[in-house]
């Protein structure tokens, strides 16, 4: 427990990127998706799938390229086209390549790359852009108030067969961790957003632990613990983003239909 806790406060520095936004949150969510998808890729081969790690790179080039230089959101779909194109002719070398090797590859082009992007497009909202703090209060609220909360009082478990230490109690204390996190915000920053943030706030504590079962799901099926070791007590980036891969889209998509 006490490198877990230690982990995180040396993480908390990391939150100066979210403050300044822009070009460093764009910088740093690059950097992020690069790692990520590579940890990602590393865990499909060590069971024997061998995803293309240029198709990946070249992708998010692509993808944040369009970001910088374009308005014109038809690149987008040009981007989903390019991104599935090249993961099939990846397969034209059919004697050294598998199916999955193409699947792998465009699994991880969108898992990752495409749903961590995600931050820096709440970013980009104008007048709700500071909502993009609210990623990290349901991702990583949610995260530690489980753990905490599953430790004190946890005794029936939530899916033992995918994560056997998740509890129910552990998984309820996330949510109500999430929404009071998101509402103390909110009445801090900006109370007129009051209700929604709540909402977010509840949308966020489930979804985010759809996106940490999910990343135990694939690490199930890989065979492996960790995605990485880079951070002391939590693994590799993608052990500790892996909710932030769900809740980004999220919060993302409810300021565009409902917040308009």
């Not at 908390?12 to 998808?37: D, E, S, T």
């Not at 987008?76 to 390019?82: I, L, N, P, T």
């Not at 990290?136 to 609220?141: I, K, R, W």
């Not at 909402?199 to 990485?228: N, P």
Request: charged share 15%; proline share 3%; aromatic share 16%.
């Amino acid at each position: 427990m006490k490198t877990r806790i230690l982990s995180g406060l040396i993480m908390v520095p990391l939150l100066a990127v979210l403050y300044f936004g822009g070009y460093v949150l764009m910088l740093a969510c690059f950097l992020i998706g690069v790692m990520a998808v590579r940890e990602f890729y590393h865990g499909f081969e060590a069971m024997g799938v061998k995803p293309c790690y240029n198709a990946a790179y070249a992708a998010i080039l692509g993808l944040y390229a369009i970001n910088m230089f374009t308005k014109d959101y038809h690149w987008y779909m040009v981007w989903f086209f390019g991104c599935v194109l090249i993961s099939l002719l990846y397969l034209f070398k059919i004697e050294e390549r598998k199916l999955e090797d193409g699947l792998a590859t465009v699994t991880g082009i969108f898992y990752i790359v495409f749903f961590s992007y995600h931050v820096l497009l709440v970013d980009q909202t104008g007048e709700y852009s500071i909502l993009v703090w609210l990623i990290v209060l349901t991702a990583f609220g949610t995260d530690v108030m489980a753990y905490f909360t599953g430790v004190l009082l946890g005794k029936h478990k939530l899916c033992p067969k995918i994560s056997p230490k998740k509890t129910i109690e552990g998984s309820i204390g996330g949510i109500l961790g999430s929404v009071i996190l998101c509402g103390l915000f909110s009445w801090f920053f900006i109370p007129r957003l009051l209700i929604h943030c709540l909402m977010i706030g509840l949308l966020g504590g489930i979804i985010s632990q759809f996106g940490d079962l999910t990343a135990s799901i694939f690490k199930r099926k890989m065979g492996i613990k960790d995605y990485g070791n880079l951070i002391p007590g939590h693994g590799g980036i993608l052990d500790r983003f892996d909710s932030v891969l769900f809740t980004a889209p999220m919060v993302y998509y409810y300021i565009i239909l409902i917040l308009g």
